[in-house]
């Protein structure tokens, strides 16, 4: 993967945690799959399990492949099924003030491209994106820039992403292939190691 | 050069430095459970690969489990089959598991601990983000990914990039009624849930040096709570004790073990000093553990506690809690369902009864856990006092299982989050110590547990 182009949806809240992402009762699937039907479940859906019209996302063009979200995106649980949930809902790129560390990995662990922004530049595109939901957003993972131009709006901006995990993602290399790869390193640190 | 205790434990454990900031880090010790290690053996069973060190693996199941009638099949259909299939992994990978009805079964951050699997110096790793409890004893440990658990079930090691670190200092003396879960509680507050963020903090100062294993454990267990990647603890004589205590250990060990305490000269990223004697009992009044104040404070609103967190707690700025009517009092969790957590409890609630309206549960960390409070006479206490006492697991933490908190309730919980539908979907929670629990089940209202104590 080497650039996401798409429109963008918004959910302006501070803190969400893996558990609103996906909650406790959806994680007894011994798989990976079919959880983007419950991403957000909580907020999303009414409690007679039709789609709740003020929930944020439903504002927004569907099959939209980034998301706008509030600081501290995916704090709490470990629970990678949050990754897999915004992954088989069809986000690629989430943009955030900051991003809980655990989460962080799962998102890159599953392709998903996380894009730290200053506080007051996340409420800049927030505000384009919820005013214009057609606006486009170019994300480049090569350049590490992300490219948002409106009518009346223009930002760019390089972000950060760790050398390796960026050319794992571009050339698609799995980590775990990756450690395979050195079984030879390990077992021989094994030799000097005390348990 | 002078290094942290993080850095000497970090550096003793890279088996490669793939580029300068990631190393593909060895880990010693792997606690998996039912919930998040299904698709991790599913990975190494379509490859056709066994676990490399299962002998370094170890299994329990608890976050999915009933707390009544363990003796009995599970019911719910989709429980049972995430169990079975954690047996069945354990058993086809060679995996020592301490399931269900087991004498050692529990908690995972429970059962490490009190049977000296965890140990100092280690790296420790489980598919679960309360892994920092295990810092307590001067580890290394952290909560990962299920596609990690797979890298460590096949390899022994992940990759990662070298954490920042901070020191967060507490000196000075704690409070009468006031815990281990305030001194927590009370941190979070100040520093955010995004305060440490990127680091592993060591938790230092006098208040820690005083503190217990069991208490070491609740600070470090909240960690995360902090944004922290892990919290520990140097290594001293509390620690040796409690794992000598378990399993032998050398004299060479003990001093390897005692070499990897920070140098005096060693610089942190960042470091915190708090005043011990600041804190107070605390109870949280969002939807966010950062929004814990002193019980007998009115609640704020800012950033942290925001409309949206007070809304769905149904709290307004500059309400008093205390004298506030409770549903329901949660006892456990791996905060705080050790022995000395019980024993608290029990003390508090001894002769005494709870309030009628009140459900009372108490859900020791393990079977251990649970035969010690039964040997000491403190089940009698608790039945006595009309509170349930349960089988071990994480039960209304999370409400995987059926211990769920009704829609609407208001829950005085032991656990670690207060977030949004965490205890049951619509449930109201407020994080608090153990005997701050204990007071509200005996009242039926929030109350500082100081008036109980003489």
Not at chain 1, 71 to 97: K, L, P, Q, T, V
Not at chain 1, 134 to 152: F, L, M, P
Not at chain 1, 164 to 182: G, H
Not at chain 2, 69 to 78: A, G
Request: aromatic share 8%; net charge negative.
């Amino acid at each position: 993967m080497k650039r996401i182009q798409s429109t963008g949806m918004v959910l302006n809240i501070d803190n969400i945690d893996t558990d609103q992402i996906i909650p406790a009762k959806f994680l007894k699937s011994t798989d990976r799959e079919g959880f983007g039907k419950h991403l957000f479940a909580n907020w999303r859906y009414l409690e007679n399990g039709e789609p709740n019209p003020d929930f944020s996302l439903h504002k927004f063009r569907k099959g939209s492949s980034v998301l706008i979200a509030g600081n501290n995106f995916g704090c709490g649980s470990s629970r990678e099924h949050a990754a897999w949930a915004i992954s088989d809902y069809g986000i690629r790129a989430i943009i955030s003030s900051q991003f809980a560390d655990i989460f962080k990995g799962n998102a890159l662990n599953n392709d998903i491209v996380p894009i730290e922004v200053e506080a007051d530049e996340l409420a800049l595109i927030t505000k384009e994106v919820e005013q214009h939901p057609e606006t486009e957003i170019d994300v480049n993972i090569d350049e590490q820039s992300v490219t948002i131009k409106g009518d009346s709006f223009s930002f760019e901006k390089k972000f950060d992403i760790d050398p390796l995990k960026k050319k794992f993602i571009m050339e698609d290399i799995s980590e775990l292939e990756y450690l395979i790869s050195i079984k030879q390193n390990i077992e021989a640190f094994e030799l000097e190691h005390v348990l | 050069m002078s290094r942290t205790i993080i850095d000497k434990i970090w550096d003793a454990h890279v088996v490669k430095s793939v580029t300068s900031t990631v190393d593909a880090l060895y880990i010693d010790t792997h606690y998996i459970h039912e919930v998040t290690s299904p698709q991790a053996f599913a990975g190494l069973n379509k490859r056709n690969l066994k676990v490399f060190r299962p002998q370094q693996t170890i299994a329990t199941a608890d976050h999915n489990v009933p707390t009544k009638n363990q003796h009995l099949p599970i019911e719910n259909e989709l429980s049972s089959h995430q169990v079975s299939t954690l047996v069945n992994n354990c058993e086809d990978h060679g995996i020592e598991l301490f399931g269900i009805g087991h004498e050692k079964n529990g908690i995972v951050h429970v059962i490490g601990p009190e049977n000296g699997f965890t140990q100092p110096g280690m790296t420790i790793v489980c598919g679960d983000s309360h892994t920092s409890t295990h810092g307590a004893f001067g580890a290394i440990a952290f909560g990962i990914g299920t596609s990690q658990v797979e890298h460590v079930l096949t390899t022994q090691c992940l990759l990662l990039s070298r954490p920042k670190t901070m020191r967060i200092e507490v000196n000075g003396i704690l409070g009468k009624g006031v815990t281990a879960k305030d001194t927590a509680l009370y941190i979070i507050s100040q520093l955010g849930t995004e305060g440490a963020t990127g680091h592993f903090v060591e938790f230092a100062g006098t208040v820690f040096e005083q503190f217990s294993m069991e208490e070491r454990m609740t600070v470090c267990n909240m960690s995360i709570e902090m944004g922290a990647r892990g919290g520990l603890v140097g290594i001293d004589a509390t620690t040796i004790d409690y794992v000598c205590k378990r399993v032998e250990i050398s004299k060479e060990r003990i001093v390897y073990w005692q070499s990897l305490n920070t140098d005096e000269a060693a610089q942190f990223d960042e470091v915190i000093k708090l005043d011990g004697s600041m804190i107070t009992p605390m109870i949280t009044t969002g939807t966010s553990p950062d929004t814990g104040i002193d019980i007998t404070q009115q609640v704020q609103s800012n950033q942290r506690n925001n409309e949206k967190g007070l809304s769905y707690m149904q709290m307004k700025e500059d309400d008093f809690l205390l004298g506030k009517n409770v549903d329901y009092v949660f006892i456990g969790s791996c905060t705080n369902s050790r022995i000395e957590d019980l024993r608290q409890v029990a003390e508090l609630v001894k002769d005494r009864k709870k309030a009628t309206d009140v459900t009372a549960w108490i859900v020791p960390g393990s079977n251990e856990v649970r035969k010690q409070a039964q040997q000491e006479g403190l089940d009698k206490i608790f039945i006595d006092a009309g509170f349930e006492f349960r089988e071990p697991g994480c039960s209304a933490c999370l409400a995987m299982n059926d211990d769920k908190i009704p829609s609407g309730a208001l829950c005085v919980s032991t656990s670690n989050r207060n977030f949004e539908g965490r205890q049951g979907d619509g449930a109201r929670t407020i994080l608090a110590s153990p005997i701050t629990a204990a007071a509200a089940a005996i009242t039926g209202k929030i109350t500082d547990p100081r008036t109980y104590l003489n």
